[in-house]
């Protein structure tokens, strides 16, 4: 399973509920994957950032907004129809490689959930996942390995 969100908190409580349910069923390896940095008690929900992630981002955030408090720098903004919201509105831009996120997690899925993804994952991620992934819904398998991106 791929997610943003903590899986703790908030939204994040659904995809570790659905986690903890696949995880219960004979024969399925389920791994969690979640771009939230943090240290969690189960070895298979793994953080996707680093600290050293989580700090240049801290870093860069701060000086962004340094520089639009004293207008040095434009708020950029993405024109959209007011009549609807939409999360994450910019798919064109890929926040990280889908081999980066494939090695994190250590084994070849032949399932992937992507749950909340954005600032996470793309469109073009997805798609290059996809090759990834071997079509074993065609075969018999004992074992079915999942991946849960929150």
Not at 7 to 20: H, N, Q, R, S, T
Not at 120 to 127: D, G, P, V
């Amino acid at each position: 399973m791929v997610s943003t969100l903590h899986p703790y908190k908030v939204a994040g409580v659904v995809a570790l509920d659905l986690y903890k349910g696949l995880k219960e069923i004979e024969g399925n390896e389920v791994k969690m994957l979640v771009k939230v940095r943090g240290k969690y008690p189960d070895k298979n929900i793994v953080s996707f950032d680093t600290f050293y992630d989580y700090l240049k981002a801290g870093i860069i955030r701060k000086y962004r907004n340094g520089l639009l408090k004293l207008g040095l720098m434009k708020n950029r903004t993405i024109k959209t129809n007011p009549d609807y919201h939409v999360h994450d509105v910019d798919q064109t831009i890929t926040y990280y490689s889908t081999t980066k996120i494939l090695v994190r997690v250590d084994f070849k899925p032949d399932v992937i959930i992507i749950l909340f993804m954005q600032n996470f994952m793309s469109f073009k991620n997805i798609e290059s996942i996809t090759f990834f992934i071997p079509p074993s819904f065609t075969k018999q398998v004992k074992t079915t390995r999942t991946i849960i991106v929150v």
